[in-house]
């Protein structure tokens, strides 16, 4: 009997254990929030191998989260994976601010718009009436400007950066969430999805990421099935499996402790 329980345990155990590791759920932080699944992942709510890593979001307050270590947390306002779009809102409500100190270089992703090079300026008094200052990074004494880099700087003006940007400020661009779009590039997956494919990791245990299409593929990724909406018809039939294992391994094992019993009652009558 020991043997059968430890038959039942270790096959519950092991087939829940290998169910749980490699389902990849897509989840949301709220009812409409975004779809998030791979190359993104909820830290704590999917799997590591469900996320590449730079990838992680992170819900608050069922509002999904990006977050730069060069700048700080950033809403996530949409996710698209044909385009590899993420269109971002900055809590702040200053996409001059988010421009100016978030370095996307150190990070997977670059923005989705051209980019050209402005220079920020900080200057202590007010320049000509046809260059608007950033309202949210001005005050009375320090007036923020974004002018071409060939901008001849003013007595009055330091120059905080020149920098790569989408466009420069605008105050008629008044949705600030306007031009905040990154994209992202993974190694084997251009256009992955747009050509109907799902990019996933080629191997669970390395980071090498690829483009497999269940049409095309004869070897048909495991990994992929897992790391796709797929994944919870998987959850469902090793859940099945499991369910069936235990079943019988208790049929067996009772069969076998009835013999036993039956033996030893016999014996006993003798
Ligand atoms: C999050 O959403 C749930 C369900 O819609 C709601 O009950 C809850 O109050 C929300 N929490 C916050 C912090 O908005
Ligand atoms: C911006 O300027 C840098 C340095 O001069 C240059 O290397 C880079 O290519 C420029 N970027 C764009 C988008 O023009
Ligand atoms: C502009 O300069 C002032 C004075 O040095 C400083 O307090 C302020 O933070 C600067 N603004 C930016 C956006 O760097």
Redesign the pocket.
């Known amino acids: 009997m020991d043997a059968c329980m430890f038959y039942i345990l270790f096959f519950s155990m092991f087939l829940t254990i290998k169910a749980l590791e490699s389902n990849c759920p897509t989840v949301k932080c709220?009812?409409d929030g975004p779809d998030i699944r791979f190359p993104f992942r909820v830290a704590g709510r999917q799997p590591q191998h469900c996320g590449q890593p730079g990838f992680d979001l992170v819900c608050k307050?069922?509002t999904t989260m990006i977050d730069f270590p060069s700048y700080g947390p950033l809403v996530v306002i949409s996710i698209s994976y044909d385009f590899r779009k993420l269109s971002l809102l900055d809590p702040k409500n200053c996409v001059h601010e988010v421009f100016l100190n978030l370095n996307p270089s150190g990070t997977p992703f670059r923005y989705y718009y051209l980019l050209k090079n402005f220079t920020y300026l900080n200057c202590s008094t007010r320049l000509s009436p046809s260059l608007n200052e950033v309202s949210c990074l001005s005050d009375s004494r320090n007036h923020v400007y974004t002018v071409e880099s060939s901008f001849h700087l003013p007595f009055s003006c330091r120059q905080l950066k020149t920098i790569p940007i989408p466009f420069s400020y605008s105050p008629y661009l008044a949705d600030n969430s306007f031009g905040l779009g990154l994209t992202w590039s993974l190694p084997g997956c251009e256009d992955c999805e747009s050509r109907g494919g799902s990019c996933v990791f080629q191997s669970k245990e390395g980071l090498k990421t690829g483009c497999p299409r269940i049409a095309q593929d004869k070897g048909f990724s495991v990994v992929h099935l897992l790391s796709s909406g797929t994944g919870s018809m998987i959850l469902i039939i090793l859940v099945f499996i499991f369910v069936m294992t235990t079943m019988i391994s208790i049929k067996v094992c009772f069969r076998q402790k009835l013999k036993v019993d039956k033996a030893a009652e016999n014996e006993n009558l003798l």
Do not use: D, G, K, P
């Open positions: 709220s009812h307050e069922n």
